[in-house]
Nanobody
Framework: QVQLVESGGGLVQPGESLRLSCVAS????????MGWYRQAPGKQREMVAR???????NYADSVKGRFTISRDNAKNTVYLRMNSLKPEDTAVYYC??????????????WGQGTQVTVSS
């Protein structure tokens, strides 16, 4: 129903910045929420940043103050600006979108992921 395509990952040095982009096939204003998750090898996928359609956000403690989630409704795109990157930020980053129907049933959608590697 909803396709999500991430881009913007790459190899950077500690302290540098990246901006990830997620383009949705649907109007993001029609989604209940969108967010960014990441998964490092051998670890569980974790929430990094999430934005409700109303604009409220939450962040993982490990990225709070460094990462910022934003959106451009006209482009159906959600961004993740990552500043002051650390080696522990290395992971595959996934875009997530969530729909909710009138009966309250949630449905998640996932992109294929983009690799972020932070290394000196």
């Amino acid at each position: 129903q909803v396709q999500l395509v991430e881009s913007g990952g790459g190899l950077v040095q500690p302290g540098e910045s990246l901006r990830l982009s997620c383009v949705a096939s649907a109007k993001i204003s029609s989604l209940n929420a969108m967010g960014w998750y990441r998964q490092a090898p051998g670890k569980q996928r974790e929430m990094v940043a999430r934005m409700h359609v109303g604009g409220s956000t939450n962040y993982a403690d490990s990225v709070k103050g460094r990462f910022t989630i934003s959106r451009d409704n006209a482009k159906n795109t959600v961004y993740l600006r990552m500043n002051s990157l650390k080696p522990e930020d290395t992971a595959v980053y996934y875009c997530n979108g969530e729909t909710r129907n009138r009966t309250g049933v949630f449905r998640p959608y996932w992109g294929q992921g983009t690799q972020v590697t932070v290394s000196s």
